[in-house]
């Protein structure tokens, strides 16, 4: 594991839904550039593992974790309190990957896979930023970075009900970006098209010719990384990128542009 750079040496971060995939390499991204960083999951015993295996590659690093379903009010604040004391005082950087929808043609969805898509992915993140903002107007600096979705950009094949939660967290972020821009914070959406998870592989073993045709309108011809999706959430974390706020930064091979 390469040493920290030390970009965010003295920051402090949650990443939510990061014990696996792609919020685990956020985690561990931020913890390279020097944060100090809180690993939130809905499943608590498997936030732990990925926490101790973080600490296992940083050795000396602050690292802790926590479980809980983020989609009610009550535990995003509950995990403000907990970051606040585990890393040590304010979080200036908060980036709201937990979600997870339920794909499927619209017209066979139900109003339970719906609502479950819209809680993991947009409410999740509507009361995290709730939970994380007052501390960072306080502080005069904060880093809110949303992990959307490039499928609302494209329309890809039966993801509407999908595109309507990520959308909707496109839409806060370039809300809270210009309501608070003269308070230090910047908000960004980084939204990736299809990345090379554990659960795409999972639906490439199961069905070959499906998985395809969601990679198949990527010009570079594969699908994305998960490191290629956390170097870009760290650049955005970075002090640095002040200057960068409210936008929707794709990370897709070129799927859409522009």
């Not at 939510?16 to 999951?41: K, P, Q, Y």
């Not at 970006?177 to 098209?193: D, K, L, M, Y």
């Not at 490439?204 to 010719?209: F, G, Q």
Request: net charge negative; hydrophobic share 45%; charged share 15%.
């Amino acid at each position: 594991m390469a040493p920290p750079h030390g970009g965010l040496h003295g920051h402090a971060a949650v990443v939510t839904g990061a014990a696996h995939g792609i919020g685990l390499a956020i985690a561990s991204r931020l913890l390279r550039e020097g944060a100090a960083v809180m690993v939130t999951d809905l499943d608590a015993a498997a936030a732990a593992t990925a926490a101790d295996a973080l600490r296992a590659d940083y050795p000396g690093a602050r690292v802790s974790s926590r479980g809980g379903d983020l989609s009610f009010e009550a535990e995003a604040v509950a995990l403000h309190e907990a970051a606040r004391r585990e890393l040590g005082g304010s979080i200036g950087i908060l980036v709201n990957n937990a979600g997870g929808g339920v794909i499927l043609p619209f017209l066979e969805h139900t109003p339970e896979t719906l609502k479950a898509t819209i809680d993991r992915n947009l409410w999740t993140t509507l009361w995290c930023c709730r939970a994380f903002l007052p501390d960072m107007i306080a502080a005069g600096w904060g880093r809110i970075i949303n992990i959307g979705a490039d499928s609302v950009r494209n329309g890809l094949l039966d993801h509407a009900g999908y595109n309507a939660a990520k959308g909707g967290m496109h839409g806060l972020t370039t809300g809270l970006a210009r309501e608070f821009a003269r308070s230090g914070i910047t908000v960004n959406t980084v939204a990736p098209s299809t990345i090379h998870t554990a659960a795409l592989q999972r639906f490439i073993d199961a069905d070959p010719a499906k998985a395809q045709r969601f990679i198949d309108p990527i010009p570079v011809g594969r699908a994305g990384a998960i490191d290629e999706v956390a170097s870009m959430v760290a650049h955005l974390a970075l002090p640095e990128s002040a200057f960068v706020t409210g936008q929707v930064i794709s990370v897709n091979g070129g799927s859409t542009m522009l």
